[in-house]
């Protein structure tokens, strides 16, 4: 072929070509389906007609699928009918140091950088950690450290999350800040601390360790059987980032740590915390199959109720 592509590059081109609707997951499930239901149903239609075959089959499939849904309601699957986990949803980015204050009422309540407990005083309040704290030290990683050394009623009631429990709101707030523009990338600034605030009580909250063996239990064994029948109350995150210096990078050479600056102002991503739906898919399934399953038993109920009257009215005799 003269002036464009040759056979042998058509031909190239068509077999590197795939074309894969997923039939062979739809035959399998129809199939699947065909065997095993349709085997069972053929089986009581041969035995006890087509009807009746066909309620028995209907009433033992939603019978199955009530004690499937039930276990997939108590104890969601991995992979399959499951809603969306729990998350945390960012409400407002707030700079810190200006006169406007954070709109959501809740970090109103948090100091903010300036006029809070710093890192050094904690050492000063906590000789065990002393030794741990540097420069670059945070209340985060004091919190990792010692998560008693820092108390609620010192930050107006929030708490401070170690970096091992932070994990997740860290991430969501690096989500937004990079979609809301503030950073061009995560790499422009570092966490600094995290703090939460609402929520369930801990149990290490609402048994004290400190007590005898005995009503210690007792509690823990109370908080487990009450603790499903809880409401969930507001459950609040504030992750506080800050700007770092920009830094080169030295060809074959790893990158450099991360310098906060400290002329720039932190800035926090405040978050509420959305409840799962994780048994909300199962628990519909469930409803389903129990309805179903309930119709039609009260249809073989009926039909026996009605065969059981014809067969009890007089049987015509032949006239004379």
């Not at 075959?53 to 009918?81: D, E, K, Q, S």
């Not at 670059?136 to 930050?155: M, Q």
């Not at 708490?159 to 690096?174: K, N």
């Not at 770092?244 to 405040?270: K, N, R």
Request: net charge negative; with cysteine; charged share 20%.
């Amino acid at each position: 072929m003269s002036g464009g592509c040759d056979v042998a590059d058509v031909v190239n081109l068509a077999a590197g070509l795939a074309w894969d609707p997923q039939i062979r997951g739809i035959l399998a499930v129809v199939v699947g389906f065909v065997v095993l239901a349709g085997s069972v149903y053929l089986l009581l239609t041969t035995n006890l007609g087509g009807r009746l075959g066909l309620l028995l089959a209907l009433a033992g499939l939603f019978g199955w699928l009530v004690i499937l849904t039930f276990y997939w309601w108590v104890n969601p699957p991995g992979i399959g009918p499951a809603g969306d986990p729990p998350s945390w949803e960012v409400k407002e980015i707030h700079v810190t140091g200006g006169d406007e204050p954070p709109v959501q009422r809740e970090a109103q309540l948090l100091p903010e950088p300036g006029s809070r407990l710093t890192p050094e005083q904690v050492a000063d309040q906590v000789p065990a950690v002393a030794a741990e704290v540097t420069a670059e030290t945070t209340l985060s990683d004091i919190a990792g450290i010692d998560p008693d050394a820092i108390t609620r009623d010192e930050l107006g009631g929030w708490r401070v999350l170690s970096p091992g429990d932070a994990g997740e709101a860290q991430a969501a707030a690096d989500v937004a800040l990079v979609e809301e523009g503030v950073f061009d990338s995560a790499a422009a600034y570092e966490h600094t601390n995290t703090f939460q605030i609402g929520g369930k009580t801990p149990r290490d909250e609402a048994c004290n360790p400190d007590e005898a063996w005995i009503p210690n239990q007792l509690c823990r064994a109370w908080f487990r059987v009450t603790e499903p029948f809880k409401t969930h109350p507001e459950n609040w995150a504030v992750v506080e980032v800050q700007s770092v210096i920009p830094q080169e990078t030295q060809p074959g050479q790893a990158p450099p740590t991360p310098i906060i600056d400290e002329t720039q102002p932190a800035i926090w991503v405040i978050m509420e915390r959305q409840l799962a739906t994780t048994r909300v898919l199962p628990f519909t399934y469930f409803v389903v199959s129990v309805a179903g399953f309930i119709i039609f038993t009260v249809m073989l109920h009926y039909r026996d109720k009605t065969l059981k009257r014809n067969l009890e009215q007089p049987v015509p005799t032949a006239a004379a």
